[in-house]
Nanobody, 125 residues
Framework: QVQLVESGGGLVQAGGSLRLSCAAS????????MGWFRQAPGKEREFVAG????????ASVDSVKGRFTISRDNAKNTVYLQMNNLQPEDTAVYYC??????????????????WGQGTQVTVSS
């Protein structure tokens, strides 16, 4: 069992930055691919970015490329999402997810084994 706890969300003006963190319980953190999804009001949950267990492979959705960076620190059992140049369309609840699958492309929600509770990111124009 893996428990995921996100932090770092908040309110920011357009063009600003936030860094989300997701702390995981357990001793086998490096066995899990870690990812970030987001869900805006009235929309489906969508994949944002993912990183392989040892950090050698990352994937992200086109709308965040060049602005968001996913990284992980396996010594701290933590995955991060650095978000720069935030825009109002980035407003959503951001969820951390973990998977035992090896995924070398954008993730699907059903491929995730564990989820965090979510953290709200609001970008004002």
């Amino acid at each position: 069992q893996v428990q995921l706890v996100e932090s770092g969300g908040g309110l920011v003006q357009a063009g600003g930055s936030l860094r989300l963190s997701c702390a995981a319980s357990g001793r086998t953190f490096s066995s899990y691919g870690m990812g970030w999804f987001r869900q805006a009001p009235g929309k489906e949950r969508e994949f944002v970015a993912g990183i392989s267990g040892r950090g050698g492979y990352t994937a992200s959705v086109d709308s965040v490329k060049g602005r968001f960076t996913i990284s992980r620190d396996n010594a701290k059992n933590t995955v991060y999402l650095q978000m720069n140049n935030l825009q109002p369309e980035d407003t959503a609840v951001y969820y951390c997810a973990a998977t035992l699958r090896v995924i070398m492309r954008a993730w699907h929600s059903y491929e995730c084994d564990y989820w965090g509770q979510g953290t709200q990111v609001t970008v004002s124009s």
